[in-house]
């Protein structure tokens, strides 16, 4: 199973901008999709966006026009830019490869958003 490591989360006033990435331990090429999930306090772990190798890409609808996902396959990376950030973008976000039984999962970046 690939092991994911998720970095670039962190504090950041309304209308801010951050990146994450998720480095992953193996290619990632022909995994199929890598995603970004998220989870606030007292809800349900939620799809932000995913990503395939053929280029389909799925977001959320409430972010929309904000947040970019992207994969470089040669470097075994997945990233996510988020722009214009509400506090309601407030989360742990976790990275994801692959679906059902066989997926994997990062330990999570906190993304806070201040009002």
């Known amino acids: 199973q690939v092991q994911l490591v998720e970095s670039g989360g962190g504090l950041v006033q309304a209308g801010g901008s951050l990146r994450l990435s998720c480095a992953a331990s193996t290619s990632i090429s022909s995994i199929n999709p890598m995603g970004w999930y998220r989870q606030a306090p007292g809800k349900q772990r939620e799809l932000v966006a995913s990503?395939?190798?053929?280029?389909?890409?799925n977001y959320a609808n409430s972010v929309k026009g904000r947040f970019t996902i992207s994969r470089d396959n040669a470097k075994n990376t997945v990233y996510l830019q988020m722009n214009s950030l509400k506090p309601e973008d407030t989360a742990v976000y976790y990275c994801?490869?692959?679906?059902?039984?066989?997926?994997?999962w990062g330990q999570g970046t906190q993304v806070t958003v201040s009002s």
């Open positions: 994801n490869a692959g679906s059902g039984i066989f997926a994997s």
């Open positions: 990503i395939t190798s053929y280029g389909r890409i």
